[in-house]
């Protein structure tokens, strides 16, 4: 399975962007879809992640009511609506896929593919 995700850039705090990611695999359906995100000097957080139908969310308490995560399984496709962005938003993003239980969506070492990255940077 290969990730492209997209939608990076730099923004004013305040301001919105769209993450999208694209996997290709005929077995979308198949995958727990998560963010993940990394700034500079830290270790790689848990952002948000979907379930397979796209009936459940999860997000880190720091983005909860700011962002949104959702899935087009026509399309292959997660997307991650940014709003209200902060400058502590400022990191790459990964998106993942993983086939393995619900319960281990928080885990980076339980997802099996990872997208290459798209940076947010978020100006004061």
């Known amino acids: 399975v290969q990730l492209q995700a997209s939608g990076g850039g730099l923004v004013q705090a305040g301001g919105s962007l769209r993450l999208s990611c694209a996997a290709s695999?005929?077995?979308?359906?198949?995958?727990?879809m998560g963010w993940f995100r990394q700034a500079p000097g830290l270790e790689r957080e848990f952002v948000a992640t979907?379930?397979?139908?796209?009936?459940?969310?999860t997000y880190a308490g720091s983005v909860k009511g700011r962002f949104t995560i959702a899935r087009d399984n026509a399309k292959n496709t997660v997307y991650l609506q940014m709003n209200s962005l902060k400058p502590e938003d400022t990191a790459v993003y990964y998106c993942?896929?993983?086939?393995?239980?619900?319960?281990?969506?928080?885990?980076?070492?339980?997802?099996?593919?990872w997208g290459q990255g798209t940076l947010v940077t978020v100006s004061s």
């Open positions: 993942a896929a993983t086939r393995k239980v619900w319960s281990a969506r928080f885990d980076a070492t339980a997802y099996d593919y």
């Open positions: 695999t005929r077995t979308y359906n198949n995958y727990i």
């Open positions: 979907l379930s397979r139908n796209g009936g459940s969310t």
